[in-house]
């Protein structure tokens, strides 16, 4: 009886010992799995972190050239100012193919009046909507083909009068100042508040806005 004993012992330690090699195959298993799970996780973060670097890096080199488009504005606009109206001949506009969409009326009254006394017509909102020429008072293009070619529109939003007049160069031939006794009229700049929005021609989504404030 004791060898059967015996042997029914051993059998039954062997079944335990696989039950508990069996528990731990399984144990190991789910720990590859989970294992598994963290670095694809990882890997995935890594992947989208790049993914995303590049993208932003390539939406900030956009609007940084579309900015680029958009401060260059601020010169011509600046010989409008100064001409007190449009200050390019027919074929310096065809250059880069300025198009002054106000209407003389609203031009010089936004060039020359406080934005109270301006035109009911005159628009004085910021909002600049391309495809809508009352939107904006001029527009033209910047760069040439191969390169990016950008489509730079202003508008005047705002005027506080001053008593600055146009800009006529050097009038004076001499250089001796008299002592007549007149009393100087003491200047008072003109401000413009001029809101500006550049974007590419082929790709309209690639823009900038800027609001200047212009002291003449």
Same mark, same amino acid.
């Given at each position: ?19 508990? =090699?069996? @528990?731990?195959?399984?144990? +190991? ?9 963290? !670095? #694809?996780? $990882? ?63 609203? =031009?010089? @009254?936004?060039?020359?009046? +406080? ?9 004085? !909102? #910021?909002? $600049? ?81 800027? !609001? ?5």
């Amino acid at each position: 009886m004791k060898p059967i004993a015996m042997r029914k012992g051993i059998r039954a330690f062997e079944a335990y010992t696989r039950g508990i =090699l069996r @528990d731990n195959k399984g144990i +190991a298993l789910v720990m590859v799995l989970v294992l598994s799970l963290i !670095s #694809l996780s $990882i890997m995935s973060g890594l992947i989208y972190m790049v993914t995303s670097g590049t993208q932003v890096s390539g939406i900030e080199k956009r609007y940084s050239t579309a900015l680029e488009a958009g401060k260059s504005a601020k010169d011509i606009a600046y010989q409008v100012f100064a001409s007190r109206g449009d200050p390019f001949s027919t074929e310096e506009a065809a250059w880069f193919n300025f198009n002054m969409i106000a209407s003389p009326v609203c =031009l010089t @009254d936004k060039l020359n009046k +406080a934005t109270d006394n301006w035109d009911t017509a005159c628009d004085d !909102s #910021l909002a $600049i909507i391309p495809g809508t020429y009352s939107t904006y008072d001029m527009s033209f293009d910047l760069g040439s083909d191969p390169n990016p070619t950008y489509t730079v529109y202003t508008k005047i939003v705002d005027t506080v009068e001053g008593n600055s007049a146009a800009d006529e160069g050097l009038i004076k031939t001499g250089v001796v100042l008299s002592n007549s006794g007149e009393v100087p009229v003491m200047h008072v700049p003109y401000l413009y508040t001029v809101e500006i929005e550049a974007e590419n021609f082929n790709n309209p989504a690639e823009r900038a806005r800027l !609001s200047v404030l212009y002291q003449y």
